[in-house]
């Protein structure tokens, strides 16, 4: 597996670079622009549609990010792209849109939505959409059934755990991940100082990133803990 230490050389703007979903919203072509423009790596969010493909959304419902009713998994790609987001003039893109944008002009992290039972296929889908990405580029996940088929449906592509949590049952659950190959972690800024990110981080010289940082004090807890931040809502070239 090639590095992953990319990871680490720049901010990474959390569903792109928007304006807290004011006139440029999350995870649109705009955003994913302005990101790269900025010089910051780029996080975004992937569903599968109702005919395969991946399209870049956050949310499983469509009512906060587009006003419509309904699922974002029961549209084809298609049908999806004719939704306007936060009623500006962008529309809900396909992942091989986004990365014809990007362009490889800055790295791209890539976060896997599941909803068990509905998502058969996603991983494929995102790996066939980098199959001829020539950008540095990485995925990731909370959904350990995903993580899972990283290796069987997604072989080369650098694969991270997305993660939470103090208690023990949410560490040994991390834990159980290690076995399934990932490349690094991103991990919750509020939850950072635990033995499950000293492990990864120190003993096995995971790269770890932090989500989502919004603040330059948020910024600084998790330059002293962990490799890179995701974040929103403050420039951090200005700290």
Not at 158 to 168: I, K, M, V, Y
Not at 188 to 200: A, D, G, Y
């Amino acid at each position: 597996m090639p590095s992953v230490d990319w990871l680490k050389s720049v901010p990474i703007a959390h569903r792109g670079l928007h304006d807290l979903n004011n006139k440029r919203w999350e995870n649109t072509l705009s955003a994913f622009d302005a990101a790269a423009g900025a010089g910051f790596a780029i996080e975004c969010d992937v569903h599968l549609s109702a005919d395969g493909k991946a399209i870049v959304f956050h949310d499983g419902t469509l009512d906060r990010v587009t006003g419509s009713k309904g699922n974002i998994d029961e549209l084809t790609a298609e049908q999806a792209g004719k939704l306007r987001v936060g009623g500006t003039q962008d529309h809900v893109p396909t992942l091989a849109q986004a990365l014809k944008l990007i362009d490889g002009r800055v790295p791209i992290v890539i976060e896997l939505k599941g909803i068990p039972g509905r998502d058969e296929g996603l991983v494929k889908a995102v790996a066939n959409d980098l199959a001829e990405y020539d950008g540095l580029a990485a995925i990731m996940s909370f959904d350990h059934h995903l993580i899972r088929r990283f290796g069987k449906d997604a072989p080369g592509i650098p694969a991270g755990l997305t993660a939470e949590g103090l208690r023990d049952e949410d560490l040994e659950a991390h834990f159980s991940m290690l076995a399934y190959g990932i490349d690094f972690v991103s991990y919750n800024v509020h939850h950072l100082e635990n033995r499950f990110v000293e492990l990864v981080r120190g003993t096995m010289d995971m790269p770890v990133i932090s989500w989502t940082v919004r603040s330059i004090a948020e910024k600084a807890i998790s330059d002293a803990l962990v490799d890179q931040i995701t974040f929103e809502g403050f420039d951090p070239h200005l700290t």
